[in-house]
């Protein structure tokens, strides 16, 4: 995470804490139109799901549910202490482990054609497959694609 453009490892979490609002929409259709162009589909159920992450306020407007001291102890954390230091113990466990790897923004995939070959050599065992057209929320971006990728994955699964 600490190597994403605009990504500042530097920050503390009280300065991420501080600099983490709480977005705002003045009513559901601004929310929308602020959304959907970043979407790569839009569904009502897309919609739903996006609109059980916000709060109504008293005149009408709409918040994220997250405080800012959520937002910024996420990325801090995020940022402080790599993922990839719990890959010797999914390795270890012999759980079996699909990763699945966005290929959009072009940046989102060179990262991941940078990131994905360690993962694969310190959990070998994992499956690893690429959703093209897929961006950082792969559920919004081609769920019904993601979803059929893990059904097929569960399937070939040897039962226990």
Excluded: Q, Y
């Amino acid at each position: 995470m600490r190597r994403h453009p605009g990504v500042a490892p530097e920050l503390s979490r009280e300065e991420r804490i501080a600099a983490a609002r709480v977005p705002t929409w003045p009513s559901w259709a601004a929310f929308e139109a602020e959304a959907r162009p970043e979407c790569r589909r839009w569904t009502p159920e897309l919609a739903a799901i996006f609109r059980a992450g916000l709060e109504e306020r008293s005149d009408g407007s709409l918040a994220s549910r997250w405080t800012p001291e959520t937002r910024g102890s996420v990325m801090h954390e995020l940022v402080a202490k790599p993922v990839s230091r719990v890959w010797p113990a999914v390795a270890a466990s012999a759980v079996p482990t699909l990763l699945l790897a966005a290929t959009e923004p072009t940046a989102t995939r060179e990262l991941n054609e940078l990131h994905v070959p360690r993962f694969a050599a310190a959990v070998p065992t994992a499956e690893i497959r690429w959703i093209e057209g897929g961006g950082h929320d792969l559920f919004a971006d081609a769920g019904p694609r993601v979803a059929g990728e893990v059904v097929a994955w569960l399937d070939g699964l040897p039962d226990r």
